[in-house]
């Protein structure tokens, strides 16, 4: 393995639950009940406009496609409006020791991430020095599971899939992995079940990065 693409959201820092809390808010305003955690979970990996179908699952009406757009664009603004207090303490456990080793190691490493906001929040945790590229959904037209976002990661690295290992915390995303050729480790609150090559509940509790690397 000579490189490692990883995903944002839950993996790299603690967004994933500031995701989960600016649609709960969203579905409070329309009045939409029965939202949970279990409903959030298929919201992990994929993009702003399908997580948004994910929630209006819950709704009674139908949107018009105009109030789809407003109504995602209202999530990103409270979604945005929490990430002004986010700093380097949000931080998943082990993410620096882990980045600090794989550059020494000469393993280069790269962001996979479904969000618009990727470049904002490295910025706001300050770990872009460690990282060398960034691939975000800026950069892709097909959400996970498609492997496209994974794929242009490869490349901005420089190196062939199936030489780069994923990190993620979403069923998706270790389903866009497999289906572009790479091996997974799964991490985050669903790290046993989706069925991730290697899995660890955090990036602390990889004990034996020797064997995954060797892949
Ligand atoms: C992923 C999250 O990283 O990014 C998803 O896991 C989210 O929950 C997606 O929908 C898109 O994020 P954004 O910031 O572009 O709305
Ligand atoms: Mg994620």
């Known amino acids: 393995m000579n490189g490692v693409i990883f995903d944002l959201d839950g993996v790299l820092v603690s967004t994933d639950e500031l995701h989960y809390q600016a649609w709960v808010r ?25 997580s948004l179908e994910v929630l209006l699952e819950k709704s009674d009406r139908q949107y018009t496609p105009e109030e789809k757009t407003e109504l995602a664009e209202r999530k990103n603004s409270y979604f945005k409006e929490s990430l ?30 479904a969000s618009k906001n990727a470049s904002y929040i490295l910025e706001r945790i300050g770990i872009e020095p460690l990282l060398d590229e960034v691939a975000s959904g800026l950069d892709v037209t097909k959400s996970k599971p498609d492997p496209e976002i994974f794929l242009v990661a490869a490349r901005k690295l420089n190196l062939p899939p199936e030489e780069c290992l994923v990190v993620e915390d979403a069923a998706a995303g270790i389903e866009a992995a497999k289906r572009g050729g790479m091996l997974s480790l799964a991490v985050g609150p669903l790290y046993e079940t989706i069925g991730g090559t290697f899995c660890a509940r955090d990036l602390s509790r990889v004990t034996d990065w020797d064997t995954i690397l060797s892949r």
């Not at 409070?28 to 994929?46: A, H, M, P, S, Y």
Request: hydrophobic content about 35%.
């Open 26 to 50: 969203l579905a409070d305003e329309l009045g939409i009940v029965g939202f949970t955690k279990k409903d959030n979970e298929r919201q992990r990996g994929v993009s702003r406009m399908e």
């Open 84 to 113: 002004n207090s986010l700093t380097p303490d949000d931080l998943l456990p082990g993410v620096l020791d882990s980045l600090k080793m794989l550059k020494e190691r000469g393993i280069r490493t790269a962001v996979g991430s």
